[in-house]
Each structure stands twice: as C-alpha cells, then as structure tokens.
C-alpha cells in the first residue's frame, strides 16, 4: 500500500491519477494539496505517531509530492512517540532543505517503509532532451545555462536554492527559500534592457525521491513577466506540469524551454 505525501500545489495530484490504486493521501497541517482532499492530515509534533498509523494502516511505501515549508514546532504538542525523533526533527528543521528531507527520507525509513520518487510512479512527467518549443535558445543563451549550471554546484555546498537567472554570464538572482516564481517576480522591476535564462536543476548529490524541481503555467508567466528569453531545465531532473500548455503558452509568447543533459 502506498501513501501519498502531498503538499501544496498540483504535483500531488498529477501523481495521483496516474497510480492504478488511490493511495493513502496525507498532509501537513497548514501545507494542504489544491485538489486532492487527505486521508490524514498530522502535525509535526505527532510524527512519530504518524508514522506509527502508517505501517498500522499496512503502508510499505511513501512517495511525498508537493510543496511544504518548514513548520513552527510547539513543543507542547509533542507527543510520547515523538519525543525521541526531536534531535532529529530539530537537525532537519535548521538544516537546507535537502538535508531537512534527507532527515525526513531516514526517519520514513526506519519505521520500514519504502521511499518512492513522484517521478519514479510518474515518469511522464519529465520532458525528453532537446528543445520543445518553436523558438531556441542562441550561443548566448546556452553559455548562460552553462554558467546557470556553474552557479547552482556553487549554491549545492550551502544547500540553498535550484534556480538561478543569468544573462550575458551575469547572475541576476538565485533561488532562496521564497521559491523560483518569488525570484522570478523580484526581476519584475530589473532596470535593463531584459533577456536572460532561467536556469534549474536539482542540486548536484540531492536525494531525488523528494523535492525534484518543478515548473509549470506560472513559471512561463513569471519568465516572461521578468523579462526572460527562455528556461533551461536539467533533463531527468526537473518535473514539468501540464506539459501541453506550458509549451504552447512558451510559443505564443516567443519564449524557449531547453531541456538538456545534466552538466559534468
């Protein structure tokens, strides 16, 4: 049996639909899916007892989709089972995000199940290698994912982000915790002239099986509104939703979506 992770946005539920049998569907309180309505909704304070109703339930596999922050502990509400994952909960918490669901991925793990990655059920969900719009990207715009690639192994150390724009070799902003379309939208205001690459990939030695990149419509939207060129995403590396329109909404408005080979 299989439960589902979902957190905020549509991936949960384009992994949903493609699975034969509906899966146990749980959230985090206050990281709830768009559509998808949860089984179980917990708190982090009741992980262990979570985790616990799981394997009760005869889950032997969790895949976890979907956005999730980082939520504020009460200790107060820490129950009995969960008191002896606090080191671990407290490390995850003030750790990057990927070492934050490395902690999650081990916990999972201990009580006996298996983790599954979104784009293992899922594998359509990642777009082939080449260019899959009308429009491509010129020398320029590919020496500036080259260099987005850079960038991002630069990033990977400090565990921060798995986006980053550039243009003419230049990073005009990199990913934080507010996410791509918040980075995106902060270039809104950019006093040139425009152009430039959206660059994102999963961090070099990322554990994949959570927290995969992901872009969609308001990606495209927010490329644009930036004043963009186009997007470069690493190929096996980076979920594309609603992949049609995404594509068509990247023709109508001259925009180019690159997918390419992960850089040595």
Not at 1 to 13: C, S
Not at 28 to 49: C, N, Q, T, W, Y
Request: charge should be negative.
């Amino acid at each position: 049996m299989l439960a589902l992770i979902a957190g905020a946005g549509a991936l949960p539920d384009e992994v949903a639909i493609r699975l034969q049998d509906r899966p146990l569907v749980c959230s985090m309180a206050g990281f709830l899916p768009d559509r998808l309505k949860p089984d179980v909704v917990f708190r982090i304070e009741h992980l262990g007892s979570f985790l616990a109703d799981l394997k009760a339930r005869g889950v032997t596999e969790v895949c976890m989709a979907g956005a999730v922050g980082r939520p504020v502990v009460d200790p107060s509400q820490i129950d009995t089972a969960t008191l002896p994952l606090v080191p671990v909960i407290q490390q995850a918490l003030a750790t990057g995000d990927d070492g934050a669901l490395r902690a999650v991925i081990g916990l999972i793990e201990q009580a006996g199940m298996t983790v599954r990655a979104a784009q293992e059920i899922a594998p359509d969900l990642l777009l082939p290698v080449g260019c899959v719009t009308a429009s491509a990207p010129g020398d320029q715009e590919s020496s500036d994912a080259r260099r987005g690639a850079t960038i991002l192994r630069a990033m990977a150390v400090a565990d921060v982000g798995q986006a980053c724009v550039v243009h003419r070799g230049q990073a005009l902003a990199i990913e934080s915790v507010f996410g791509t379309d918040w980075m995106l939208n902060s270039l809104a205001q950019r006093p040139d002239a425009g152009g430039g690459v959206l660059y994102k990939a999963p961090k070099p030695g990322q554990d994949r099986r959570a927290d995969l990149p992901t872009i969609g419509i308001d990606t495209v939207t927010a490329a644009v509104a930036a004043g963009l060129s186009g997007i470069v995403i690493e190929a096996g590396g980076v979920i594309v939703l609603d992949q049609s329109r995404v594509i068509a909404e990247c023709d109508r408005l001259g925009l180019f979506l690159m997918v390419q080979e992960r850089a040595c």
